[in-house]
C-alpha cells in the first residue's frame, strides 16, 4: 500500500484546510484509515481515524467538532476536513493504514503504512 498525502498550506486562524491521502492498491476498502500530526520538537500524536467501510470514527480531544475524518472508498482516498483552525494545529499531516478492524487505534505502532506528510501552518 502507498498513500500520498496532500492538501496543506498556509492558513489564518480560524480558517479551514481540507486534506487529502490516495492510497494505491486493490485492498483499500479493508483497512482502518487515521491521520496524525508531529508539530517541531514534539512526538507524532493521533488525530482521527475511520474504520473500513466509513461507519465509525474516533477523535484526539483536542480536535473532536472541529475536524472531520471521511473516506471515499470508490476512489481510495481518505479526507480530513479541518475547521476553525488555531496556531497549535501547525503540524506535518500523515495519514495511515492498518488492517487492524478497530475505531479506537491511536497509537502510531498500530499502524503500518504512512504517507509522506502533508505541512499544515496555521498563523494567529
Known amino acids: 500500500v502507498q498513500l500520498q498525502a496532500y492538501g496543506g498550506g498556509l492558513v489564518q486562524a480560524g480558517g479551514s484546510l481540507r486534506l487529502a491521502c490516495a492510497a494505491s492498491?486493490?485492498?483499500?476498502?479493508?483497512?482502518?484509515m487515521a491521520w496524525f500530526r508531529q508539530a517541531p520538537g514534539k512526538e507524532r500524536e493521533f488525530v482521527a481515524a475511520?474504520?473500513?467501510?466509513?461507519?465509525?470514527?474516533y477523535y484526539a480531544g483536542p480536535v473532536k467538532g472541529r475536524f472531520t475524518i471521511s473516506r471515499d472508498n470508490a476512489k481510495n482516498t481518505v479526507y480530513l476536513q479541518m475547521n476553525s483552525l488555531r496556531p497549535e494545529d501547525t503540524a506535518v499531516y500523515y495519514c495511515?493504514?492498518?488492517?487492524?478492524?478497530?475505531?479506537?487505534?491511536?497509537?502510531?505502532?498500530?499502524?503500518?503504512?504512512w504517507g509522506q506528510g502533508t505541512l499544515v501552518t496555521v498563523s494567529s
Open positions: 495511515a493504514a492498518t488492517p487492524l478492524a478497530s475505531w479506537n487505534l491511536v497509537e502510531v505502532g498500530m499502524y503500518d503504512y
Open positions: 492498491g486493490h485492498t483499500f476498502n479493508r483497512w482502518t
Open positions: 475511520i474504520t473500513s467501510s466509513g461507519g465509525s470514527t
